[in-house]
């Protein structure tokens, strides 16, 4: 049986979108009260949302799942959403209203679990691909093995980074529905294949940018390892990272021609 079901489904119109979802709210009187900024930034981390509050000042704002923030120092150019969960379906259908509001630029900031043993806790790594090992995004692109961010967002990290001198790497991430489920023999074959981390929803996120012409990429901080196939979670020492994280996403979102 393959993802989706029903094979037909592509072609078929929707029943309901984002837009509707949002008329529905402004019935509610629930609709944001506030102009859409021109980018997104997605925080899954607690470490990350704490981080950004402490140190940038922000006004928080009402109208979408978890938290959601402008930054004052953008000209609230930049939004923040945040305590929302995790995962491929809460993320996406989170970018389908935003979308639906006017963003068009977004940056996904998360933890991720390393698959090869040169890189370490803590190191930044910019994703390049994604595997496509959820089910979110079968229900918006037909079948591939990859689904990819937006080629000039992705450079552009690259490029802050390196403007910043910050080492980093680049390459797949295996987005996964189930992390209880990353199995020993799949974590053996994703390693042969160079694969270098794992993490929940950066393929799913792709295909809906790609479906709705959004622009997006995706960087990470290792939180944890399974390139000894043991599992080593070190998620309380990743936060050194955060600041850098933040500083490109920022500076991304700004740098549009």
Not at 2 to 21: A, R
Not at 127 to 156: F, Q, V, W
Not at 203 to 210: I, P
Not at 216 to 245: M, Q, R
Request: net charge positive; with cysteine.
């Amino acid at each position: 049986m393959s993802c989706p079901n029903f094979k037909n489904k592509y072609p078929s119109k929707s029943v309901f979108t984002p837009k509707d979802f949002l008329n529905y709210q402004k019935q509610r009187g629930k609709y944001p009260n506030f102009k859409s900024p021109c980018g997104v930034i997605f925080c899954y981390s607690k470490n990350l949302l704490q981080h950004i509050l402490k140190n940038h000042k922000t006004t928080k704002v009402e109208g979408f799942s978890g938290d959601f923030y402008l930054l004052n120092e953008s000209g609230k150019q930049i939004g923040i959403i945040a305590n929302f969960g995790i995962g491929a379906p809460i993320a996406c259908t989170l970018l389908e209203e935003l979308f639906a509001f006017g963003v068009r630029i977004f940056i996904s900031i998360g933890e991720a679990g390393c698959l090869q043993k040169h890189i370490k806790i803590g190191d930044i790594v910019v994703c390049n691909k994604a595997i496509r090992d959820e089910g979110t995004s079968y229900h918006y692109l037909k079948p591939t093995k990859y689904a990819y961010p937006s080629k000039n967002i992705t450079e552009k990290i690259q490029k802050t980074l390196d403007q910043l001198g910050k080492k980093y790497y680049v390459g797949t991430s295996w987005t996964i529905d189930a992390p209880y489920r990353e199995t020993i023999a799949e974590t053996k074959f994703y390693q042969k294949q160079g694969v270098i981390t794992v993490e929940m929803e950066a393929a799913a996120l792709f295909a809906v940018a790609q479906y709705r012409n959004a622009q997006i990429g995706a960087l990470f901080t290792i939180s944890d390892s399974l390139a000894e196939l043991v599992w080593k979670p070190k998620f309380h020492i990743s936060d050194k990272n955060w600041e850098v994280l933040f500083r490109v996403a920022k500076r991304v979102i700004l740098d549009q021609d």
